[in-house]
């Protein structure tokens, strides 16, 4: 189907460990972007990409980084994982003409857990 | 304060409306947007209105886009138990390029 699929589903973590999330879109969208969704948080923005070869920050960024592999693919990596990453994330892609955005389609999500 | 405003729960019976609102800062936006989230699962964009518009429909969904207020609803006519879910309003990004920024989202209960 086509669509936005991330891996893993789910991990468990130790503080300190590392992992990258991985996303990868179908549908030739130019922008992608990762969210972490917490408890009485809503979604925050932690890093986007508005097209291939750039990136940048969004409101979350600490402790996290991001690559641009390819239109495809947009990964998330946690240098040294801390409790307060537990979360769900989640990838998303969007097509944007002029700089509008048409509207994402989101993954199914990562559900994070530090310990 | 918050770019984008939600109430944080709504409660309606079996075939009766829901209105769940939302207000919002950025007046530049272009398009406002409506997102559902079943639990366990990311979110589905359920519709979105053009910000020259006041009103679309679609089926058993009513948007209305009051700009003079940026103030924004979705109305389901005729609320099944399949309806409910976390229904998220987003707006345009103010900092962010394309992105959108969300509300905390609505949890919408239905009972039968």
């Known amino acids: 189907n086509a669509g936005v699929t991330q891996t893993p589903k789910f991990q468990v973590l130790k503080t300190g460990q590392s992992m990258t999330l991985q996303c990868a879109q179908d549908?030739?969208?130019?922008?992608m972007y990762w969210y972490r969704q917490d408890p009485g948080m809503g979604l925050r923005l932690i890093y986007y990409?508005?097209?291939?070869?750039?990136?940048d920050k969004g409101e979350v960024p600490n402790g996290y980084n991001v690559s641009r592999l390819n239109k495809r693919e947009f990964s998330l990596r946690l240098e040294s994982a801390a409790p307060s990453q537990t979360s769900v994330y989640f990838c998303?892609?969007?097509?944007?003409?002029?700089?509008?955005?048409?509207?994402?389609?989101f993954g199914s999500g990562t559900r994070l857990t530090v310990v | 304060g918050e770019d984008v405003e939600q109430s944080l729960f709504l409660s309606v019976r079996e075939g009766d409306s829901s209105v769940i609102n939302c207000t919002y800062t950025?007046?530049?936006?272009?398009?406002l947007y409506w997102y559902k989230q079943e639990p366990g699962a990311g979110l589905q964009l359920l519709t979105y209105?053009?910000?020259?518009?006041d009103m679309k429909q679609d089926q058993r969904l009513t948007v209305l886009l009051n700009k003079k207020d940026k103030h924004l609803s979705l109305r389901i006519a005729d609320t099944q138990t399949g309806d409910s879910a976390i229904y998220f309003c987003?707006?345009?990004?103010?900092?962010?390029?394309?992105?959108?920024?969300f509300g905390k989202g609505t949890t919408l209960s239905v009972s039968s």
């Open positions: 950025d007046s530049s936006s272009t398009y």
């Open positions: 209105i053009f910000s020259n518009m």
């Open positions: 998303a892609s969007s097509e944007a003409y002029g700089g509008v955005n048409r509207g994402y389609t």
């Open positions: 549908m030739n969208h130019n922008s």
């Open positions: 990409s508005a097209s291939e070869g750039t990136t």
């Open positions: 987003a707006d345009s990004h103010p900092q962010a390029g394309t992105a959108l920024i």
